[in-house]
C-alpha cells in the first residue's frame, strides 16, 4: 500500500494506492489521524502493540472525506495537514502506513525594527514596551523570547512583563505590546509590596529579543535584538497640555505646527490622539485635513496642513486619554493618590489648546 | 427587549442574518438567549452571535470526564497536541451540550474551531454553513461621549475611506492601523453583550456594555470601572475575566493587576464611571484565569481558577460583608477557601448542580471534568 499526497492548488489530499490490495479499498472503516498520536498515545487506558500498532484508544478521528479514486481512496482533510506532520492511515482501527508532510527549510528572514520607547532613560514605572517587526509573527509564545537584564551585572530580572494571554498584537501580528506588571507598578498592591517594581531605579536595563522567536511562518528571527534604558525616577502626575509649547506657523504657508511635551509621551497614542481645528466664526470648529506625526521619542508631534494654514484662529484638540510612559493620562495618574487634590482627574473627553497661525507671513 | 423568535420558520432571531460567518481566531465564547453563541474573534477585533438553535432539553450524563482532551482535539484537527490551544468553553443552558473554542496552530496556518466534545469524548465541528449569525467590530467602536475621528484625514483619495461630517462635507480618513482591542471575557446579563478587554494602546478598564441584537456601534457604551486599593489609590486597569451572580445584579471582576472587585450590575446600568469595591487580593505573580458562580443549598458560591493559586472558592455573603480594603497584607479581603483541583483554567456551570473544569496535569495534557457542585 503506497500513500502519497496530492496537491491541487492550496489544498492537499492524502491519496492510498491500493492497488495489488484486493478489495481493500472497498471494505474496512478508513481514518487517518497524526501518526504521534497513533503510536505514542498519553492517554492511561491506552494499550498499543509497537509491532502491529492498533488504535485502541477511542480518538476521534480526523475531521475530513473520504472518496475512491481509481483503484483507491482519496482523504480530503477539513483542517490542511501540517508541515513536518506525520499522518497515519487506519483501516478497522490498525495501522497500515504513514506518510510525512515536508517540512519548511528553515529561511529567517524577519528582524527587529523597533524596540520602543526611543528614549534612552525610562521612569521607574514605566509601563509599556513595544516591539515592532518586519513581518507577521507568531503571536502566543511573547514571554519565553523577551527578557529584561541588568546591564552591569547581567542578572535577568523575572516577573517584569504581564504574562497575558492573548497578547496585545496590532492587526497585523507585526507590533507587538507588553505591560510591565502592573500589579507590581501600583503603590498599595501586594504584589507592588511583595516584590516591587519590575526596574529598579538608577540602574541600566537591557530589553532582549531573542533570535528564536518564530514568525508566522515558524522561521525564527535572523538575529536578536537589543536595547538599553536607564530608568530614573517614577513619574505620577497628569499628563499637562498647558506646558506644551507651541512652534506656530505662519498663516498662509504649509509650514508645520511643531507641539513640544512637558515629557515624553506614548508614540502611538500622540498620533490618535491630536488634531488641528479651524475656528469658524458661526462658533463651529472643524478638523484641518493634513498629516500629523510624532517624534519617535515621542516628545513632539509635527502637523502639515495639506493647504496653507488660515488667517483666523485654530485649536489643538487633545483626547484626555493620552498617556506618557508610565501610563499617566491627561485625564488621570495612572495610580491616583486620593488624598492629593491636584491629581483629581478630569471628566472632560478632550481639551483644546487655542493658537493663532502667526500673521507676519502671507 | 426587541428579540423576536419566529419559531414557524426557522427560527431566526431578529438582527441576523442567514449565511456563513468567517472566523479569523476564536477566544472567548458564552450563550445568552437560550440558543446564541457569543464568540470573540481577536485577530478581527469583533464578536460574532451564532445562532445554534434552542435545541431540546437531555438528561444529563450521570458523569462528564473526558480525558486526554487536548489529545482527542488534535485528532480530530490534524495536528499534534502541542498545537492545541484551547481558549474557551461553554454550555448550551438547555441541551447541556459542551461548546470549545480551540485555535488549531500557530502563526499564518493557525486556524479557529467551534468544537462540541460529549461525555463520551466524541468531537463535532459546530456546523457554521447557512447558519443565523450577526458580528459586531469593536476596534473602531465610537464610546459614548466620544466624538472623535478614530484615523487620520489624509489627502487625496489613494488612502483611507470618505467619513461624513456632516451632510456636505466630508473628510478623507485612513483607519488607525494599530490599535487594537483584545477581548478577554463575556457575559451576557439582561439584554445585554459585557465585554471585558485590553487595548494596546491606552491602558484602561473599558467594559462595554452592547445591547443584542445588535444594532450598530454606536450603541456600545463603555464604562470605566475603577477600583481603589487600600481606601487610597485609585485605578483604572483592564479587567480579565468576570463573573455575574447573585440573580444577576453583581459582577465580580479581576484585574490584570489581581484585586478582585465587586461591583453592582444597577450601577452598570446608571452611569459611566464606576468605583468598584475591592474585595480580595490574590497576591503576587498570579492572574485570574477563569470565575464561575453556584449555588447550594441558601448560599451562592464563586470559584476564581489561577495561574499560580490554586482553585479559590469565595461565598457570596462574605463579599457582601466585606468591606474594602485598607491595608495591603495578605491574606486580605473575603476568607477564601483553597481547592484541591490542580491546573484548572477555564470553567462553565454543567446544570445547576455541577461545574465543568478544565484541568492541566503535570505533563501539561489537558482533561475536562464535571464536579458536583455539593463537593466543591
Known amino acids: 500500500m503506497r500513500l502519497s499526497w496530492r496537491e491541487e492548488g492550496d489544498r492537499t489530499a492524502l491519496v492510498v494506492d491500493a492497488s495489488g490490495d484486493d478489495g481493500v479499498a472497498a471494505e474496512g472503516d478508513w481514518a487517518v489521524l497524526p501518526d504521534a498520536l497513533v503510536t505514542a498515545p498519553a492517554g492511561a487506558q491506552s494499550t498499543v502493540e509497537p509491532a502491529a500498532p492498533r488504535q485502541t484508544v477511542a480518538w476521534p478521528s480526523m475531521a475530513g472525506q473520504w472518496s475512491r479514486e481509481g483503484d483507491g481512496l482519496r482523504f480530503d482533510p477539513r483542517f490542511p495537514f501540517l508541515a513536518g506532520v506525520t499522518y497515519a492511515v487506519l483501516c478497522d482501527g490498525r495501522r497500515v502506513a504513514a506518510l510525512t508532510r515536508p517540512a519548511r527549510p528553515l529561511r529567517a528572514t524577519t528582524r527587529v525594527v523597533a524596540i520602543e520607547p526611543d528614549v534612552p532613560q525610562v521612569p521607574l514605572n514605566l509601563l509599556r514596551v513595544s516591539v515592532q517587526f518586519s513581518a507577521p509573527m507568531r503571536d502566543d509564545c511573547a514571554l519565553r523570547h523577551v527578557h529584561v537584564t541588568d546591564a552591569a551585572t547581567g542578572a535577568r530580572r523575572d516577573g517584569v512583563f504581564l504574562d497575558m494571554t492573548p497578547q496585545l498584537w496590532d492587526a497585523s501580528r507585526t507590533r507587538l505590546t507588553l505591560l510591565l506588571d502592573p500589579g507590581r507598578i501600583k503603590r498599595g498592591l501586594v504584589p507592588h509590596q511583595e516584590s516591587g517594581y519590575p526596574l529598579e531605579e538608577g540602574r541600566t536595563c537591557v530589553v532582549t529579543i531573542d533570535a528564536a522567536w518564530p514568525d508566522a511562518q515558524g522561521q525564527p528571527l535572523g538575529e536578536g535584538a537589543a536595547r538599553s534604558y536607564v530608568v530614573g525616577p517614577a513619574v505620577r502626575a497628569r499628563v499637562r497640555p498647558d506646558w506644551w509649547v507651541l512652534d506656530l506657523p505662519a498663516a498662509g504657508t504649509r509650514d508645520p505646527l511643531v507641539v513640544r511635551f512637558e515629557r515624553p509621551l506614548d508614540r502611538v497614542l500622540v498620533d490618535g490622539s491630536l488634531r488641528a481645528l479651524a475656528d469658524h466664526p458661526g462658533g463651529e470648529s472643524e478638523p484641518i485635513p493634513g498629516a500629523g506625526e510624532a517624534q519617535p521619542d515621542g516628545r513632539a508631534w509635527r502637523f502639515v496642513p495639506a493647504q496653507p494654514w488660515p488667517g483666523a484662529p485654530c485649536r489643538l484638540r487633545v483626547r484626555t486619554r493620552l498617556e506618557d510612559l508610565a501610563g499617566n493620562a491627561v485625564s488621570r495618574v495612572f495610580d491616583r493618590d486620593l488624598t492629593r487634590r491636584e491629581d483629581d482627574p478630569v471628566d472632560a473627553p478632550w481639551l483644546d489648546l487655542p493658537f493663532a497661525p502667526r500673521g507676519d507671513v502671507g | ?376
Open chain 2, 1 to 376: 427587549m426587541s428579540t423576536s423568535v419566529n419559531t414557524a420558520s426557522g427560527a431566526t432571531l431578529s438582527g441576523m442574518t442567514v449565511g456563513t460567518p468567517t472566523l479569523a481566531s476564536v477566544g472567548a465564547i458564552t450563550f445568552g438567549l437560550g440558543r446564541v453563541l457569543f464568540v470573540a474573534d481577536n485577530q478581527s477585533a469583533s464578536i460574532v452571535a451564532i445562532d445554534v438553535g434552542a435545541g431540546a432539553p437531555s438528561a444529563p450524563p450521570a458523569s462528564f470526564d473526558v480525558t486526554d482532551l487536548d489529545a482527542r482535539l488534535a485528532a480530530f484537527l490534524g495536528c499534534t497536541r502541542e498545537q492545541v490551544f484551547i481558549r474557551d468553553l461553554a454550555v448550551h443552558p438547555t441541551t447541556g451540550q459542551v461548546y470549545l473554542s480551540v485555535m488549531r496552530g500557530s502563526g499564518a496556518e493557525a486556524l479557529p474551531a467551534l468544537l462540541t466534545v460529549g461525555a463520551d469524548g466524541a468531537v463535532a465541528e459546530v456546523n457554521l454553513t447557512g447558519v443565523p449569525f450577526a458580528r459586531m467590530e469593536l476596534a473602531d467602536a465610537p464610546v459614548q461621549g466620544d466624538e472623535r475621528v478614530e484615523g487620520r484625514v489624509v489627502q487625496g483619495s489613494r488612502e483611507g475611506s470618505p467619513y461624513v461630517v456632516k451632510a456636505d462635507f466630508s473628510l478623507q480618513v485612513a483607519r488607525e492601523p494599530l490599535r487594537t482591542v483584545t477581548i478577554t471575557d463575556l457575559a451576557f446579563v439582561d439584554g445585554i453583550l459585557l465585554v471585558a478587554g485590553a487595548s494596546n494602546q491606552e491602558f484602561s478598564s473599558t467594559l462595554r456594555r452592547i445591547p443584542f441584537p445588535f444594532t450598530g456601534r454606536a450603541e456600545a457604551h463603555a464604562l470605566e470601572i475603577f477600583h481603589v486599593s487600600h481606601a487610597k489609590w485609585e485605578t483604572a486597569s483592564p479587567i480579565r475575566t468576570f463573573v455575574p451572580y447573585d440573580g444577576n445584579a453583581s459582577i465580580l471582576a479581576s484585574y490584570t493587576c489581581t484585586p478582585v472587585v465587586h461591583f453592582s450590575v444597577e450601577d452598570v446600568a446608571a452611569g459611566d464611571k464606576i468605583t468598584g469595591r475591592t474585595v480580595a487580593e490574590l497576591g503576587g505573580g498570579n492572574t485570574p484565569l477563569d470565575m464561575v458562580a453556584f449555588t447550594r443549598g441558601a448560599d451562592e458560591y464563586l470559584l476564581v481558577s489561577n495561574v499560580r493559586h490554586p482553585l479559590m472558592k469565595l461565598k457570596k455573603s462574605d463579599i457582601r460583608q466585606q468591606s474594602p480594603l485598607t491595608e495591603p497584607h495578605e491574606p486580605t479581603g473575603v476568607p477564601r477557601e483553597n481547592l484541591p483541583q490542580e491546573g484548572v483554567s477555564k470553567m462553565a456551570n454543567l446544570g445547576p448542580d455541577r461545574v465543568l473544569m478544565l484541568q492541566m496535569d503535570a505533563h501539561e495534557h489537558y482533561h475536562l471534568h464535571a464536579y458536583m457542585t455539593d463537593t466543591l
